[in-house]
Nanobody, 119 residues
């Protein structure tokens, strides 16, 4: 069955960096676009960054531009989110999701990993 397992979330101080990972299984990873989304308490889930099947194109939310980098390693069925200069407003549960069509809502999600930015 399809599985997406995120890891890497933790407590980090403002200005810090963090790298999230999402390992996929149960489907042909390289045929799906992948995305990182986040959901803060009381807010809707939102797209943070997305990457095409080959990694040739990416898309970022305005809040993530110049601070976050999405990448993927198809041979390892893994997608990453490198985050720099984290701020308290980045506190959220971060989810990875797969999409067959570019920038469409994912049809499968992981369980998420919690990122808390606080001093």
């Amino acid at each position: 069955q399809v599985q997406l397992v995120e890891s890497g979330g933790t407590l980090v101080q403002p200005g810090g960096s963090l790298r999230l990972s999402c390992v996929a299984s149960g489907f042909t990873f390289e045929t799906y676009h992948m995305g990182w989304y986040r959901q803060a308490p009381g807010k809707e889930r939102e797209l943070v960054a997305a990457i095409t099947t080959t990694g040739g194109s990416t898309e970022y939310a305005d809040s993530a531009k110049d601070r976050f980098i999405i990448s993927r390693e198809n041979e390892k069925n893994t997608v990453f989110l490198q985050m720099h200069n984290l701020q308290p407003e980045d506190t959220a549960v971060y989810y990875c999701g797969r999409s067959y069509l570019w920038l469409r809502r994912p049809d499968y999600w992981g369980n998420g990993t919690l990122v808390t930015v606080s001093s």
